[in-house]
């Protein structure tokens, strides 16, 4: 079973920093595709930053020189550093990972990258930024 947990979220005011995490549990002999997206009240879900196959990072603009992804030593940890939060990053912030390798068979010729074609999704965590 393949299950994403982050952790990591709270209330800051604008300018502030948060760092979320995420934990990926399921088989070790996987390689997982990540990453962390966010909704906010009203509005659709959207692709803030995640990792392709080789572990290059993309970003949506909005977040670009604020926001930083990262793995952790284990494959199956994904982090999302927050600065220079803004009120408009106040969401629901989820992480979301797809099975790109099992053994050694690549399962998908490219990560989902900010699409959101991922199958497995956390519960999320909310981030709010006061102003």
């Known amino acids: 079973q393949v299950q994403p947990v982050e952790s990591g979220g709270g209330s800051v005011q604008a300018g502030g920093s948060l760092k979320l995490s995420c934990d990926v549990s399921g088989p070790p002999y996987n390689k997982y595709c990540m990453g962390w997206f966010r909704q906010a009240p009203g509005k659709q879900r959207e692709g803030v930053a995640a990792?392709?196959?080789?572990?290059?990072?993309v970003y949506v603009d909005s977040v670009k020189g604020r926001f930083t992804i990262s793995q952790g030593n284990a494959r199956n940890t994904l982090y999302l550093e927050m600065n220079s939060l803004k009120p408009e990053d106040t969401a629901t912030y989820y992480c979301?990972?797809?099975?790109?390798?099992?053994?050694?068979?690549?399962?998908?010729?490219?990560?989902?990258?900010?699409?959101?074609?991922?199958?497995?999704w956390g519960q999320g965590t909310q981030v709010t930024v006061s102003s």
């Open positions: 979301a990972a797809e099975i790109v390798m099992s053994y050694t068979d690549w399962l998908l010729p490219q990560c989902p990258a900010l699409s959101d074609m991922y199958k497995f």
């Open positions: 990792l392709d196959r080789d572990g290059n990072a």
